[in-house]
């Protein structure tokens, strides 16, 4: 059975340039052999290179644990950083409003004591006139009289 008995080939093209050759052909018999699942090469390992391995495995989990709480310890540092900004902000906004309702109420003091004042004159101006009248008309019930 030879290869071209068995194998049937088509070229097409496709729309957008693509050209692609299309092989059937019946499975055939050569197929790699399985790849055994392998232990890795035992190596002759001293002791001395087993603890030198462990004293680096030792030395990377240390320096990762320093760079994990230098990382917190800088977070921290931020989040102290913001809560001190929070609180001057508060502290500040608490002090303007403060002096400006002191403000305000100084204002408001202010125009009332006017007020008082300007009904305390009208009023004399209103007894001083009431007076006069009075004056007036008893001069000249008398006079007439």
């Known amino acids: 059975m030879s290869d071209s008995d068995s194998t049937v080939r088509a070229t ?13 052909a019946e499975p055939s018999d050569a197929t790699p052999p399985p790849k055994l699942a392998s232990s890795p090469p035992k190596s002759n390992l001293s002791a001395e290179d087993i603890e030198n391995k462990l004293k680096a495995a030792e030395e ?22 913001v809560n001190q900004k929070k609180q001057e902000y508060n502290t500040t906004f608490m002090e303007k409003a403060q002096k400006d309702l002191e403000q305000k109420m100084e204002e408001k003091k202010e125009n009332r004591e006017a007020y ?30």
């Not at 097409?12 to 059937?24: F, P, Q, T």
């Open 60 to 81: 990377r989990r240390q320096t990762l644990e320093a760079q994990k709480l230098n990382q917190l310890s800088e977070k921290r540092n931020k989040e102290q950083e």
């Open 12 to 24: 097409e093209e496709s729309k957008g340039g693509l050209k692609y050759e299309l092989v059937l």
């Open 116 to 145: 008082i004042k300007s009904i305390q004159e009208k009023s004399r101006e209103h007894v001083r006139h009431a007076e006069e009248v009075r004056q007036s008309k008893q001069t000249n019930t008398v006079s007439s009289g």
